[in-house]
């Protein structure tokens, strides 16, 4: 049959899907492609050894790990080609391999035939080069127990590089949460569609360096298919950005309104309202206590800064304002209760965060014109939960929310989730770095958010575009200065360069 497959390319797709999908996909191709499952199973064997010799050129033992399932079938086929290349090569066996079956078995008597060294999982080598992970595929939905949770940690604490195939044995291909235990590999190969859950969760610590093959399919094949979510990153959210009018005045780009730093906590507000103005923001203006007034100032003179003590002193300023953002700094005492209440009132366009989420866990509003930004904490107090339930399916806590909250609400966190009332897929971050796991992070997606909200994209595109822009200036600063230690406030410069590029 003649059909146009689906190009390779260096780039990552940003489609994603559940495992059920895949498999949906796996069994179209064969029924209806007529491209056997062996010929897949060859193809998938073949393009993992072809990124081991890219990667690790001068790996001379290798040991693959392998299962009783089709995952086996692809490291038997890597396995082969890889003796074949000279390469001194070891299959352990976990589980029984009288289970093995169809192309599995078919290749794993290849093996056989070739002499190949297979012996049942007892413990690692001390020594090897590479040890490839073809023990589990996407279909895993229990904790691993017995001999395959000891597999999975005598890998982890081994030091030799790791490869997956597909998925790190023991991850949620669905969820991104390890189930009891979980490879954690150094590089991943993930075959047909990208499976969501390895950008999310505990996916992030776990795949490493991911790429992906079609393995050869018919780009037809995918209409079958909807996404289950998109991935997003700002290589492809920048495109978005045009020069502006050279007539441009500053009020062509709306005016922020930050409302937020009770006593003491002053930096918060400074944070959301300088990344609202490094964002491109016309006018960004702070409504906080007096007491900070002056270092405010003193610190970054071109935003509008007003100590509003008293609620009178807030209206006029909800009046001018196109966008607010409410929470940094904000806490839950009487000023910021009635700071949040007064903005509430107003029906302004805004971006929800920190302790105005807190406040709304209480009141439990909903509304449409909003960007709500919890990380997990708060998202569970909003859905009164724990917080170690919001783990257990981030795409699902994020629709939860959205569902009961309105608007546009970005679940925070290693693979942000940003869903959107009305809208689907879900948007999925693949940019950011550890390094922003420090206090003022938040801070400054909230007024990122709000600066691009004020010049005109919509909600959707705001929340879609500000996290991109948060993570990719994160990852710059971590280039320049590493990951430990990296402050908020390390972003600003990155912000101002990403909005210009």
């Known amino acids: 049959m003649n059909y146009r497959v689906m190009p390779k390319s260096d780039q990552l797709p940003n489609a994603l899907y559940r495992s059920e999908q895949i498999r949906a996909l796996d069994a179209l191709v064969i029924d209806q492609y007529e491209i056997s499952g062996s010929e897949l199973m060859r193809r998938a064997g073949s393009a993992a050894f072809a990124l081991i010799r890219e990667c690790w050129p001068d790996a001379r033992k290798i040991v693959v790990l392998v299962g009783a399932g089709n995952n086996a079938g692809d490291g038997f086929v890597l396995a082969s080609l890889a003796r074949a290349a000279g390469i001194d090569v070891q299959v352990l066996q976990l589980g029984d391999r ?5 192309d599995a078995l078919h290749y794993s008597q290849q093996w056989l035939s070739e002499n190949g ?69 150094d590089a991943t190969i993930s075959y047909i569609g990208l499976k969501q859950g390895m950008f999310t969760a505990d996916g992030v610590d776990c795949c490493g360096d991911v790429y992906f093959d079609a393995l050869e399919i018919p780009a037809r094949a995918y209409a079958s298919q909807i996404l289950s979510a998109r991935r997003i990153d700002w290589a492809k959210q920048s495109n978005q950005l045009s ?20 006593s003491g906590f002053g930096g918060a507000a400074r944070l959301a309202a ?15 206590r007096a007491a900070h007034v002056p270092a405010l100032l003193a610190a970054r003179p071109e935003l509008m800064v007003h100590a509003v003590d008293h609620e009178h002193a807030l209206t006029p300023l909800l009046q001018a304002a196109s966008v607010v953002v409410l929470g940094p700094g904000l806490g839950q005492s009487g000023w910021g209760r009635t700071m949040y209440g007064l903005a509430m009132q107003s029906q302004r366009p805004m971006v929800v965060d920190a302790d105005a989420l807190n ?58 989730l940003i869903e959107s009332q009305g809208q689907s897929p879900v948007a999925l971050c693949s940019d950011g770095n550890p390094g922003m796991a420090s206090g003022g992070m938040g801070d400054v997606l909230s007024g990122i958010i709000a600066g691009l ?23 710059l600063a971590a280039l320049q200065l590493g990951e430990r230690g990296l402050l908020a406030s390390d972003l600003m410069t990155h912000l101002h360069t990403l909005v210009n590029q």
């Open 453 to 475: 909200l004020a010049q005109g994209w919509s909600r959707p595109e705001a929340a879609e575009m500000g996290v991109c822009l948060h993570a990719a200036a994160a990852d």
């Open 359 to 416: 406040l709304l866990a209480e009141d439990q509003q909903s509304r449409e014109n909003w960007v709500l930004t919890p990380h997990p904490g708060e998202a569970a107090r909003l859905l009164g939960l724990c917080t170690a339930e919001i783990h257990l399916d981030r795409f699902d806590m994020v629709s939860r929310l959205c569902q009961r909250f309105g608007g546009t609400v970005v679940l925070k966190g290693a693979g942000s």
């Open 98 to 102: 009288e289970n093995l079956a169809g």
């Open 274 to 288: 300088e990344a609202a103005a490094r964002s491109g923001a016309g006018l960004v203006s702070v409504a906080t």
């Open 117 to 185: 060294v297979w012996s049942d999982f007892q413990s690692l080598p001390r020594r090897c080069d590479l040890i490839v992970d073809a023990m589990l595929g996407t279909g895993l939905q229990r904790d691993l127990k017995g001999q395959w949770f000891n597999a999975v940690q005598a890998v982890n604490v081994h030091v030799a590089p790791v490869f997956a195939l597909d998925i790190p044995s023991g991850l949620h291909a669905d969820t991104g949460v390890a189930l009891g235990a979980a490879i954690r590999a």
């Open 243 to 262: 020069p502006r009018k050279r007539s441009s005045h500053k009020g062509h780009y709306g005016h922020v309104l930050v409302i937020g730093g009770d």
